[in-house]
């Protein structure tokens, strides 16, 4: 088993019942996760995975996405742009400053 170095985990508003149902999963959440892995593989970021969980807790603000083990809590995560200004940050070594949240 290969553990990557980053891990990505975008919130898919899973429950319980295993039904997604909230904020993340409205905005398009889901559709986002195949996005991310090609953008991953393309970047040639091998030491990178990327994860759909259940609610992360922060709705008001989602789509949500976290990255370990810097503990980037990132907010608005709706594009592929947005998307495309975290993994530039993340491979640059810093966070996206502008989808941080605090």
């Given at each position: 088993?290969?553990?990557?170095?980053?891990?990505?985990?975008?919130?898919g508003s899973f429950r319980v019942s295993g039904e997604p149902?909230?904020?993340c999963y409205k905005k398009g959440a889901l559709n986002m996760i195949q996005y991310i892995e090609s953008?991953?593989?393309?970047?040639?970021?091998?030491?990178a995975a990327v994860s759909i969980t259940g609610c992360l807790k922060a709705c008001d603000r989602g789509p949500i996405m976290v990255i370990y083990p810097d503990n980037y809590w990132y907010g608005g995560v709706e594009s592929?742009?947005?998307?495309?200004?975290?993994?530039?940050?993340?491979?640059e070594g810093r966070e996206a400053e502008k989808y941080i949240l605090k």
């Open positions: 088993m290969i553990k990557p170095d980053k891990h990505l985990f975008l919130c149902q909230g904020v953008e991953l593989v393309e970047r040639g970021m091998k030491d592929e742009d947005v998307v495309d200004e975290i993994l530039d940050a993340l491979e």
